[in-house]
């Protein structure tokens, strides 16, 4: 079974700080993804990598970076968190037949 | 640009009932479908995928047919049970290379006794 691990489950932050979300896959995908969920707007692309050391801009990237050190691991990092960055967070990985799974999402709320 | 459209937010059946839920999409190149599937508090899975046109696809009682005609790929099932509530997203993306993804807003499935 495919899996994807997501740190941490929930976090608080406050406005200004920098959050840091961290995932780890062990299936061995090239490709990751990093979405965030709100409701009416579906899953939104907020940044995506072909593999280790390339990072790409999702549809939302405004406010966020992304990193891929190893093909294991792919962060999301908030510099400067805002309240409308408050959301869930989930970040996936992709098969060649295009399938992705997702991690079991990151719940962020910043005050 | 590329973009899916499911033009129900909610819909709320009988449990026994057939459903259909509405997906469109919009691309200028020949895509994969797919339904996701995601029950309360837990992460989105593969429900149904598709490339071929005219074809249809089953999985856990699920159906769709992808018709590049009309552009859509709609889900059905025959009669819906009270553990298909869920939200159900369709998505696209395409086979070049690029596996960037297009997700539609959602539709929420909620089954009644």
């Known amino acids: 079974e495919a899996a994807v691990t997501q740190s941490p489950r929930n976090k608080v932050a406050v406005t200004g700080g920098k959050v840091t979300l961290s995932c780890n896959q062990t299936?061995?995908?090239?490709?990751m993804y990093w979405y965030r969920q709100d409701t009416g707007h579906g899953l939104r692309l907020i940044h995506y990598?072909?593999?280790?050391?390339?990072?790409e801009k999702g549809d939302i990237p405004d406010g966020y970076k992304a990193s891929r050190p190893s093909q294991e691991n792919f962060s999301l990092i908030l510099e400067l968190a805002t309240p409308s960055q408050t959301s869930v967070y989930f970040c996936?990985?992709?098969?060649?037949?295009?399938?992705?799974?997702f991690g079991a999402g990151t719940r962020l709320s910043v005050l | 640009g590329d973009s899916v459209t499911q033009t129900e937010g909610l819909v709320t059946l009988t449990k026994g009932l057939p459903v259909m839920l509405n997906c469109t999409y919009q691309?200028?190149?020949?895509?994969?479908l797919f339904w996701y599937v995601q029950h309360l508090n837990e992460a989105p899975k593969l429900l149904l995928k598709?490339?071929?046109?005219?074809k249809r696809t089953e999985h856990q009682g699920f159906y769709a047919t992808l018709h590049k005609s009309s552009s859509s790929f709609h889900l059905q099932k025959s009669s819906v049970q009270l553990s298909d509530s869920a939200l159900y997203f369709c998505?696209?993306?395409?086979?070049?290379?690029?596996?960037?993804?297009?997700f539609g807003a959602g539709t929420r499935l909620k089954v009644i006794a």
């Open positions: 299936n061995n995908h090239n490709n």
């Open positions: 598709s490339s071929t046109d005219n």
């Open positions: 990598s072909y593999g280790a050391g390339s990072t």
């Open positions: 998505a696209l993306s395409d086979r070049t290379g690029n596996y960037k993804y297009v």
């Open positions: 996936a990985s992709g098969d060649r037949q295009n399938t992705l799974y």
């Open positions: 691309t200028t190149y020949s895509p994969f």
